[in-house]
């Protein structure tokens, strides 16, 4: 894994008070009041409870943010060049043509690239994890099996942080947040990869399907290409995000019923600045004209991105961690307990330690168990 770091284009760090010229200010009295707060002296009912809003802030901006985004489809449906419009940065390093006896891999590589991105000084630690080789043999049975399995360990390295009894402070994260799948531009229906692909994965994390390359349908035909794929993922029980069993409220339903509308997002990337109208924009030029990535006119590439980065990040992360993450951690637990029940029925004497009946040995076990699921917990997998 490669760390760079990435400033996005055009953003800028908004500077504190605290690094203005010292000459250029009267010296005062340090003031712990947050700048556009106002004075509630006069306030005799006011308490403060609504600073804890600000004291967040503060600790985030100092903490950074983690992203760690997946990208799933076939060679050349343009993931790469998506994953780089989507943060107007090179986030994802496009493929390398490889020689001809090595231009199909034989099994499905994993590969990490984390960046350091900073907007208007927030910073934010982004991963973005390619799959290439996925969907590019002539047997792709089980060909989301390493996927999977990665999806898996992420899972259990943060298991593992948190079941240590001097933990870090901070447990890394890499766990993966979101996966966004790319679908061909066929115009026809979801072919059984897609299906089989799809059904499988939305039970361990959050699968945000789009059709790449959509510039190559009609209107018409993008149209009627997204409503036999909605109706394609309802017939198979798939549940993409945004998941309609985690809506917390009625006004969540309603934002996410209209993006569940949309999916999945018909997008173009594109990496390449044009003039239009005096605008610089990302497109694709052509001889009829220029396709404007982040018009909505043309494509779906803005409500991707505002899904993914403005509207629903944390949401993305919270339900990783809280539904998807927590499911694995439940089974690993139950699996742990269950290996360390029957190593207690095979052995009375480890049954009589842990029920504190003789004396506990010094490096034996405790009382509660909790040693010896830790450690079938470390050895397992």
Not at 30 to 56: R, T
Not at 278 to 298: D, F, S, Y
Not at 301 to 324: C, E, V
Request: aromatic share 6%; charged share 30%.
């Amino acid at each position: 894994m490669t760390d760079t770091v990435e400033t996005v284009e055009g953003s800028e760090v908004n500077l504190s008070h605290s690094n203005m010229s010292e000459s250029a200010k009267p010296h005062h009295p340090p003031n712990p009041q947050a700048k556009g707060e106002k004075s509630h002296g006069s306030d005799f009912s006011y308490v403060g409870i609504d600073a804890i809003l600000e004291q967040m802030r503060r600790k985030a901006m100092k903490q950074g943010f983690e992203l760690n985004i997946m990208v799933v489809g076939q060679s050349g449906l343009g993931k790469s060049t998506l994953m780089n419009t989507l943060f107007k940065s090179k986030v994802s390093r496009k493929s390398v043509q490889p020689n001809p006896e090595e231009r199909i891999p034989k099994t499905i590589e994993i590969k990490s690239i984390s960046h350091d991105v900073e907007e208007k000084g927030v910073r934010m630690k982004l991963t973005v994890i390619d799959t290439p080789g996925f969907g590019d043999q002539i047997n792709n049975e089980n060909c989301w099996q390493p996927i999977m399995k990665f999806i898996n360990d992420q899972y259990e390295a943060y298991l593992q942080e948190e079941i240590n009894i001097n933990r870090k402070k901070r447990i890394p994260d890499s766990r993966v947040h979101c996966c966004i799948y790319f679908i061909p531009p066929t115009g026809h229906c979801l072919r059984p990869l897609d299906v089989e692909f799809m059904r499988r994965l939305s039970k361990v994390v959050n699968i945000v399907p789009v059709i790449a390359k959509a510039d190559t349908l009609t209107l018409e035909e993008r149209d009627d290409f997204k409503q036999t794929i909605r109706e394609e993922l309802r017939a198979n029980g798939i549940d993409v995000y945004p998941q309609k069993e985690f809506d917390e409220d009625a006004e969540d339903r309603l934002i996410n019923d209209k993006i569940r509308e949309m999916i999945p997002f018909a997008v173009v990337g594109s990496d390449q600045e044009y003039q239009v109208n005096g605008k610089r924009i990302l497109g694709r030029k052509t001889k009829w004209g220029t396709i404007e990535v982040e018009n909505i006119a043309h494509c779906e590439f803005a409500y991707l991105r505002d899904l993914l980065i403005r509207t629903h990040m944390q949401n993305i992360k919270d339900i990783t961690g809280s539904i998807h993450y927590e499911t694995y951690r439940v089974r690993r637990l139950n699996e742990s307990n269950g290996h360390f029940s029957s190593h207690l029925s095979d052995h009375p004497d480890a049954q009589q330690k842990a029920n504190g009946q003789p004396e506990q040995q010094p490096g034996g076990l405790h009382a509660n168990g909790v040693a010896a699921q830790h450690e079938a917990l470390s050895h397992e997998m």
